[in-house]
Structures are given as structure tokens and as C-alpha cells.
């Protein structure tokens, strides 16, 4: 996306209180400026919108990355939602695109299996909040090839560009890159750290009053973050 559309979302994300300052202790031990808390895209129009950015992600990858895609799979819990919205807001921009997603526990009765939603077939875009560790995409992974289909993409809302690692022992990659390396996957994000970087130092109305908060996200950056 353009990078008015990553400040749109951005600014978006913040006036929702989904991307908040202060200090936070992230899973892995370290203490982060910033927060994006996904769950909280949790009304109609907040997650109409998130979708609508989503679209517009994969669209735009499509468009200037030569990406090649068939459906989508959301990776339960979150990404049922996540591939699901973005697939409506897809078909509100003139592009119907199937979709898929698993149950944690296999279904033994009815239609059972662990699948629900379209036939998985073709190449396949694996749709999700952020990347942590990296597990719900070696699972997705592990899904789609084991029903004859192809992963194609990983689509997230934010790149954090964070070394993996814990607060003292710091790998030399983030989450993103071991995706791309071990599986051979892009991942495209809505928005990364730099965006929000560029945002909370520029003359944005709603950056002005975040400004201060600059300093210790370029901090964290300059420890924890990886480039590109």
C-alpha cells in the first residue's frame, strides 16, 4: 500500500485505542512502547474497515508483486475472522475470492475433518494478525500442502520487524524473515515499525500528541529490529 494508506492505517488503529503507548511486556520478555492488540477489532465497522485494508494489501501484492493467489485460509482462532472479512471486503472491491479455515479439533460427525469453507485448491494466502513465533503459519502450512493446495503469501496487519529472540538473547531475524526462509513465503503487512516510525514523526494532527513516544519506539527499534 501507498504510504498514505499505511498513515491511514495507522492513525486508524490508534483512534480505535488498538495501537497504544506506554510499556508492555511482550511474550518473549521484553519491554515494547507500543502495543497492537488485534483483538480489539471487535464491532462491525472497526473490522470492516481493518478488512477493507486487508483487501487492499493483497490487492496492491497482486498488482506490483506479480502475486498469484486462489483463496484464503484463516488459521484458527483469529484468522477465521480475518479471512472471512477481508474476503467480503474483497468481493466489495469486484473480486470474489473463496476461503477456508480449520477447527482446532477435528469434527467427527457430519461433514467431519478439520476444514471448514471452500474446497482448498490452487494457491493459497494465509491470513492472519501479526507473526510471533511463527507456529500458526508452520500449521497453515502443514494444512494446505496436506490437502493438495500450495501456500502463496502470508498477510498480516503489522510487521512488528522484530528479532526473534527473548529481552537478553536476540536472534538475527525476525519472524517474517524465517517465514520467507524456511518456507519460501512473502509475507506482506498492512503496515511495519518504519511506517509507524515515519507517522509518529510527522506533522499528522493525531501524530503531534504521540511524538513523544518516538524516541523509545526508535529505541526498541534500534535493539530488537531487523531492516527490510
Excluded: C, W
Excluded at 130 to 142: F, K, L, Y
Aim: aromatic residues 8%.
Amino acid at each position: 500500500m501507498s504510504a498514505d494508506l499505511r498513515a491511514q492505517f495507522i492513525r486508524f488503529t490508534i483512534g480505535a485505542g488498538i495501537l497504544r503507548f506506554g510499556e508492555f511486556k511482550t511474550k518473549a520478555g521484553r519491554l515494547s512502547p507500543y502495543f497492537f492488540n488485534a483483538g480489539l477489532f471487535n464491532d462491525g465497522m472497526l473490522l470492516g474497515r481493518l478488512a477493507e485494508f486487508y483487501a487492499g494489501t493483497l490487492l496492491e501484492a497482486e498488482r506490483t508483486h506479480a502475486l498469484k493467489f486462489d483463496m484464503l485460509f484463516g488459521p484458527a482462532y483469529k484468522g477465521i475472522t480475518l479471512a472471512s472479512a477481508t474476503a467480503v471486503a474483497m468481493a466489495h472491491s469486484g473480486r470474489r475470492v473463496p476461503f477456508a479455515f480449520n477447527r482446532k479439533e477435528a469434527k467427527d460427525h457430519g461433514e467431519g475433518g478439520v476444514l471448514v469453507g471452500a474446497p482448498m485448491k490452487g494457491r493459497v494466502v494465509i491470513v492472519d494478525d501479526v507473526i510471533s513465533a511463527g507456529t500458526s503459519v508452520r500449521e497453515s502450512v502443514e494444512i494446505i500442502r496436506a490437502a493438495g493446495a500450495e501456500p502463496a503469501a502470508v498477510l498480516i496487519a503489522l510487521d512488528r520487524r522484530e528479532r526473534s529472540g527473548d529481552a537478553e538473547n536476540i536472534g538475527p531475524h525476525s519472524a517474517a524473515q524465517e517465514i520467507r526462509e524456511r518456507y519460501g513465503l512473502p509475507v506482506f503487512a498492512i503496515a511495519n515499525l518504519d511506517d509507524l516510525l515515519a507517522f509518529l514523526g510527522s506533522k499528522d494532527s493525531e501524530a503531534g500528541d504521540l511524538s513523544r513516544h518516538r524516541e523509545a519506539v526508535a529505541a526498541y527499534r534500534d535493539r530488537y529490529g531487523v531492516s527490510g
